[in-house]
């Protein structure tokens, strides 16, 4: 297997692909993470079609919720898709858990709170599209990532 360096702007596309699929999640949006994705790729041991239909299921739950914050942690993937990123999302559905988290904001792997929905993936890119999604269980935070923390009312 020969390896390639990755070009300028393919790292650019990849970037922009993977910060379309952030905010997807970040704001429910079905059809971005539909555009994002890759027709033969593999997500989370489904294809597309089947993906996208557990996501529409997720998004219908979050909508039901009562979210008052959400919060983007980033890292890369050590396990099965090493160097893969890695994006956790974690939805505050309290306005108590609001005013903990800012004393003390989640960093990227931090135990899920019993007032917070959590997701976690290991996100692969090629040529602008997210080729696969995985499950991440062992992650570290980089030093280039920040955490950011935007206030949304989903409903």
């Known amino acids: 297997m020969k390896i390639k360096r990755v070009s300028y702007y393919e790292k650019i596309a990849n970037s922009k692909a993977l910060d379309c699929f952030m905010f997807s999640l970040v704001h429910p949006n079905i059809d971005a993470v539909k555009n994002v994705l890759d027709n033969d790729g593999e997500f989370l041991g489904k294809d597309k079609i089947m993906f996208l239909g557990k996501m529409n299921s997720f998004f219908y739950k979050l909508k039901n ?22 994006l956790e999302i974690r939805y505050a559905t309290s306005f108590s858990f609001f005013d903990e988290f800012d004393n003390n904001p989640n960093e990227l792997g931090d135990a899920k709170h019993e007032d917070e929905i959590v997701v976690r993936f290991s996100v692969s890119l090629l040529h602008g599209k997210v080729v696969r999604i995985g499950s991440a269980r062992k992650y570290r935070k980089t030093e280039n990532c920040q955490t950011d923390n935007l206030m949304l009312n989903l409903n």
């Open 65 to 86: 919720e009562n979210i008052v914050n959400v919060s983007i942690n980033r890292g890369i993937c050590l396990d099965k898709m090493a160097g893969s990123d890695v």
